[in-house]
């Protein structure tokens, strides 16, 4: 009796051993076939797509230049001459923006958008006229905010092509560039109104930009050729002008 009792037991040993055997083989087998690294007891989820820093402005699908990272940080200064079909000069602009504030300059006038204020200086006639819209400047500040972070095209541009062509309407250069075209889609289903923007590529970077505006049956298409493009506005640019001898106008 006593033999068979030591027998069952030395039995009851060796199954034991055996499931002890067979179990712990299992992650070793599995971590073998993972490159010795146990499997996750989770999967990780995806990592979200980072946001494209042109989305918000319609153009993720041009490709990286400084004319693009400036408009995308909204942060520049920019000059350049535009020319304007029928018209017998050019004219020489400036335009700088810091967030929601933005100053314009032409021969003419002169127009200041900061913090929701609106002066707008007419140098020919020696007038102004001044608009406070304060109260939606946050609004406004918050909408662009959003934009740029989750990167909502706020403009609804889409893009349409790309070709080859010579800048239109400026005479001087007749060598063809390479150009990316967009257009506003929203725009054109809610009215008989089109806009088509050509942006014209020069040594990696932008450096003229077409564009044709359909107003029913009015047609207006100009050329920008930019002369400088930088995100160091200079001091001052967003200082409201002093309006004495000026005659106020109402809107």
């Known amino acids: ?27 070793s087998q599995e971590g073998a076939e993972n490159g010795g690294q146990e499997p996750a007891a989770e999967e990780e ?19 990286e230049c400084d004319f693009l990272n400036a408009l995308a940080a909204n942060h520049y200064y920019k000059k350049s001459e535009m020319h304007i079909d ?19 300059e032409d021969e003419n006038s002169k127009v200041w958008s900061v913090g929701g204020k609106i002066v707008s200086l007419n140098e020919g006639s020696k ?13 406004r500040e918050e909408i662009l905010k959003t934009a ?27 060598e063809e560039y390479e150009y990316y075209e967009y257009y ?38 100009s050329t920008e050729i930019i002369k400088k493009m930088s995100q160091d506005i200079p001091d001052g640019t967003f200082d409201l002008p002093d ?3 000026y005659e106020k106008i109402e809107f």
């Not at 051993?17 to 712990?24: E, N, V």
């Not at 979200?48 to 993720?60: D, K, S």
């Not at 050019?90 to 314009?104: E, F, H, L, P, R």
């Open 1 to 27: 009796m006593k033999k068979y009792l030591i027998i069952l037991a030395a039995l009851l040993m060796a199954l034991m051993l055996a499931a002890c055997g067979s179990s712990s083989g299992t992650p």
């Open 45 to 63: 989820e995806a990592a979200e797509p980072e946001v494209h820093p042109y989305a918000w402005l319609g153009f993720q699908d041009m490709p």
């Open 86 to 104: 029928g018209m017998s000069y050019v004219s020489k602009q400036i335009n700088a923006v810091d967030g929601i504030n933005t100053y314009k």
């Open 127 to 139: 007038s102004y006229m001044e608009e406070d819209m304060s109260d939606m400047a946050e609004d």
């Open 148 to 174: 740029m972070e989750e990167g909502t095209n706020l403009y609804g541009r889409e893009f349409r092509e790309t070709g080859k062509e010579v800048v239109p309407i400026q005479e001087d250069d007749k």
């Open 184 to 221: 506003f889609p929203e725009m054109e289903e809610s009215s008989d109104n089109s806009t088509t923007e050509r942006y014209y590529l020069k040594d990696g970077d932008v450096f003229a930009i077409y564009t044709k505006a359909a107003l029913g049956e009015t047609v207006v298409e």
């Open 243 to 245: 309006t004495s001898g």
